[in-house]
């Protein structure tokens, strides 16, 4: 029944559109191709079904391309998806979907960035539900005291955060670390600790086996046996003012919908490490803040 | 505002008598706190702060600490409002230390949490939550805590909202269950609970809470309350995609906040006036609201930068203190330490002192000793070398005592003391003689008396001192006549002691007969006369026994030569007689011998020799 519902879609879909590209819009920023090639080998997107990392960073963002084209060709949109790079300098951060002239973002985006936006924007299913995103405090690897501080030391360590990451912001506030506010690049903050100006930052997860991070040749690694929730979800936001926006966005939520019945947004954001099975049973230094609410 | 006016009528009528403000009742002055504590919760206005600190003087002087506190708190918290923290922080203090020594805990649970919510104000939220967390300590004793209890989680979930735990907040701020909660306290909980719902883009339940609210029309006496009630509308409008609904509602939001310094409120409309524009496609209002924003956000930032500093300030003077503090506690130990330093110098020096006064001491001992001890040296010297001295002048003057006591003054021989003296130890060494050397079968010892005939008659006739001539030279007569070894001893008036050693009876006859001879030759001259003596002698040898050298002492032997002499005197004197042993049974000295003398010769048991033929009696002839 499914499959027909699909065969159906990818009949029409073609013949609706006149067109057989679907834009996604995707901040300049963060436009990992290279990565995304490279983790593909060769595979259709659409028959990815195991999400093993490549490489040993951050994966998340190569699994939201993924899973979004698959999600929106489950959900009706056949069209092939072509990724368009833009800067991100706009009166609001949200402006070009807002206005309808961008209709949709390849990457998700913290929930509570888009609460005032409701009206013009659609907002998925969560690809990342609250409690779910878990980010280690990462101190360089050469103090190894460091990486040993208990949960009732946390009090005496300086950590570096920007206010402007306000979900980072919001779990660092509520954890016993003294905060350093820094507005500036992400790889400053990271000499920040590296010159022990501050004492640990806030990274995912690395997905190498010792979940050491290396950067420029030098190695960060997590202080063990603590991680911090970050308060918040993901969703994929469709633009409400473009013309296309109702129909990509029930499009996507369907898929989305069939991805997390199957299973797979579970076991992607689990193989691919952003869940890391490592840290699962680590002490939450935040823990306090994440509670249920109806 | 009817109220508000009233109350004001109420302070100043009680103004002119703060003259005499002692005598205020106690129950009056609680009720005019009550009145200025409802007033600024209405709203903070300048005017009501001289009516506070009057009234906070007067419960200063009437020792009224517990509305000293409450009045402390209410000014702390208008000037708070108007962000002067550090007056507000001053009177807060102020108010913490006299709750200090309160015993009034509901009174302290209210100064921590006023505390708290100026450090939730400085964003000292570590600070803030301690506070929390003693105040919440603190009402659990209290029985009837829900109102205290409600305002601590109000505060709590306020504090969760600025830290970014919204969900955590929601919880917080639940509504309470008690009857006895104030609905202001019941409607800032709420407003809390919707401003946290919006937070998380829950804007149907903000909406819900906001309606409920409406309809128990709570929010309008609050000005705070009504502000925050206009920007929630227009954001539950703004996230309902009613952006005209939403624009009004900032709009007249914002017009509330004119002229007041609710910011953050005036800065939350501003974006929210912005968002809708912009999602309305009116993009140069978007952009105009949006320059606001960013103006108000700047305000609110330099606000936040200032209370920041006042912060830091804290903490350096802080650090100053204590580096003051640091800095005087090392200088107090160094002058601890050269104290103790000074203190055992001077103690050395004690020491030393007292160290050469003792050495002084004894070597001033040492010395006294020693000169002590040279002195009675030479005294004692002095002593021995007179003792010595007159020891020896004393053995020198024994000497010639014993010499005068020995001797005879007129004949110069030794006298009869002489005699005994010596006697025992010439017995003595003849003894040893006799016992050590072969026996020689004759006399060693010879006793020898010898008496100046007719003495009696030179007396008479010539005088005595014709008489001491005689002697005298007869004395030089024995003298002459016998050997050095010899013993001569003036023996009594004219009679003479011989005691003659290593001599046999057959010598001794000899020197008897010269000593007879000489004395009969010699010519004594008395008064120029010519005149001639004799002499008779006894003698006897000891021992008198050779084979028996016991039987008779020395005194029984000087008998016998007595006798012997008397023998010589019976006859015709001028003779020498000696007695020897006998035949027979030898005679012991225990029968009288010069008495049995005669019967002794005749029968032989003594023998005499004689230079007179009939004084011999012989043994055979017996």
Redesign the interface.
């Known amino acids: 029944m499914k499959m027909k519902w699909v065969c159906w879609l990818l009949f029409i879909s073609p013949i609706s559109w006149g067109s057989n590209q679907l834009v996604v819009d995707i901040i300049s920023s963060e436009n990992f191709s290279q990565r995304y090639e490279d983790f593909l080998a060769g595979r259709h997107v659409l028959d990815v079904d195991t999400f093993h990392p490549t490489t040993k960073g951050s994966h998340i963002e190569i699994i939201e391309m993924v899973l979004l084209q698959q999600a929106l060709f489950l959900g009706g949109e056949t069209r092939q998806v072509v990724f368009n790079p833009k800067p991100s300098v706009n009166i609001l951060e949200f402006s070009d979907l807002i206005a309808g002239e961008s209709l949709i973002l390849a990457r998700s985006v913290w929930h509570e960035s888009i609460v005032d936006y409701r009206g013009a924007l659609f907002i998925s299913e969560p690809i990342v539900e609250v409690g779910e995103y878990e980010a280690g405090l990462y101190v360089t690897k050469r103090n190894v005291a460091l990486q040993q501080t208990p949960l009732s030391q946390l009090r005496q360590l300086d950590v570096v955060s920007n206010p402007r990451w306000a979900v980072d912001w919001r779990a660092l506030m509520n954890t016993d670390l003294h905060m350093v506010s820094f507005i500036g690049p992400w790889e400053t903050m990271l000499e920040m600790v590296e010159s022990n100006v501050v004492d640990t930052m806030l990274i995912n997860f690395s997905v190498s086996d010792s979940l050491v991070l290396t950067f420029e040749g030098k190695e960060y690694v997590p202080i063990e046996d603590i991680k911090v929730v970050l308060p918040d979800s993901r969703h994929f936001v469709v633009s409400k003012n473009h013309p296309e926006g109702e129909q990509i966005f029930a499009a996507l939520n369907r898929g989305l919908h069939v991805l997390k019945q199957r299973g797979i947004i579970k076991r992607a954001l689990t193989e691919s490490g952003f869940i890391n099975k490592r840290v699962a049973n680590w002490q939450v230094a935040n823990a306090k803040m994440v509670v249920e609410v109806d | 505002m009817q109220f508000l006016l009233m109350v004001f009528g109420v302070v100043f009528a009680l103004l002119p008598s703060f003259g005499t403000l002692a005598y205020e009742s106690k129950a009056h002055m609680q009720q005019m706190y009550d009145a200025l504590l409802l007033s600024v919760e209405e709203d903070y206005d300048l005017s009501l702060l001289p009516s506070i600190r009057a009234l906070k003087e007067q419960a200063r002087g009437q020792g009224d600490k517990e509305l000293q506190i409450k009045t402390l708190l209410l000014e702390g918290s208008v000037v708070q409002h108007f962000g002067e923290f550090e007056a507000g922080l001053d009177l807060h203090q102020q108010a913490l230390q006299l709750a200090g020594s309160e015993a009034n805990t509901m009174l302290k649970a209210t100064t921590y949490l006023a505390i708290a919510h100026l450090d939730i104000d400085l964003e000292s ?1 570590d600070l803030a939550q301690r506070y929390l967390d003693k105040a919440l300590q603190l009402i659990e004793t209290i029985d009837d805590n829900a109102q205290i209890h409600a305002e601590i989680m109000l505060w709590q979930a306020r504090l ?1 909202m600025d ?6 907040a ?2 917080t701020a639940a509504t309470p269950l008690a009857s006895s909660v104030r609905q202001e306290t019941i409607a800032q909980l709420s407003l809390t609970r919707s401003w946290a719902y ?4 829950k ?1 149907p339940q903000a909406r819900a809470i906001i309606q409920k609210l409406d309809e128990q029309n709570y929010l309008m006496k609050n000005q705070r309350m009504r502000i925050m009630a206009a920007v929630q509308r227009a ?1 539950i409008a ?6 005209q609904d939403a624009i009004t509602l900032a709009q007249q939001g914002l017009e509330i906040t004119l002229g007041t310094r609710f910011l953050l409120f005036q800065s939350q409309l501003q ?2 006036l ?2 809708a524009y ?2 309305q ?1 009116n ?1 140069q209002q ?2 105009r609201y ?1 320059k606001r924003y960013t103006v108000t956000e700047k305000s609110l930032n330099l606000q936040k930068r200032n209370s920041k500093l006042l912060k830091l300030e804290a903490q350096y003077s802080l650090a100053q203190q204590q580096q003051a503090l640091d800095a005087l506690e090392r200088d107090n130990a160094q002058q601890a330490k050269l104290i103790i330093a000074h203190q055992q110098q001077i103690e050395n020096a004690r020491l030393n002192q007292q160290r050469w006064l003792l050495i002084a001491l004894l070597t001033f001992t040492l010395i006294t000793v020693i000169y002590w001890r040279w002195q009675n040296r030479q005294y004692t010297k002095r002593l021995e070398s007179q003792v010595t001295a007159r020891t020896e002048e004393l053995a020198e003057r024994n000497k010639r005592l014993q010499t005068l006591s020995f001797t005879d003054s007129l004949t110069g021989l030794n006298n009869r003391h002489h005699f005994f003296s010596v006697i025992d130890s010439k017995i003595e060494a003849c003894r040893q003689v006799w016992h050590g050397a072969q026996p020689k079968g004759s006399a060693d010892l010879i006793f020898v008396i010898v008496d100046i005939d007719h003495f009696k008659g030179i007396n008479d006739t010539f005088g005595h001192a014709a008489g001491d001539i005689v002697l005298q030279d007869f004395s030089e007569i024995l003298k002459q006549c016998t050997r050095e070894s010899d013993t001569i001893v003036r023996w009594g008036g004219e009679e003479f002691l011989l005691v003659m050693p290593d001599l046999d009876y057959v010598a001794a006859q000899e020197v008897m007969e010269r000593i007879r001879r000489q004395v009969e030759i010699y010519p004594f001259i008395v008064n120029d006369q010519v005149i001639n003596c004799t002499c008779s002698i006894g003698f006897a040898p000891f021992p008198f026994y050779p084979s028996e050298p016991e039987k008779l002492g020395w005194e029984h032997v000087l008998e016998l030569a007595d006798g012997g002499l008397y023998l010589a005197k019976a006859s015709r004197r001028n003779a020498w007689v000696g007695v020897l042993a006998g035949e027979g049974e030898a005679l012991s000295g225990s029968s009288p011998l010069a008495h049995n003398l005669q019967t002794y010769l005749q029968t032989g048991r003594l023998s005499t020799l004689s230079n007179l033929a009939d004084l011999i009696y012989s043994r055979k002839a017996g």
């Not at chain 2, 919006?198 to 883009?201: P, S």
């Not at chain 2, 703004?238 to 952006?243: F, V």
């Open positions: 939220f969760y830290k970014g735990a919204y969900r955590l929601l919880k919006l937070q998380l883009g804007y954001r703004l996230q309902a995609g009613e952006y974006w929210i912005a968002a912009a999602q496609g993009y978007a952009h949006l």
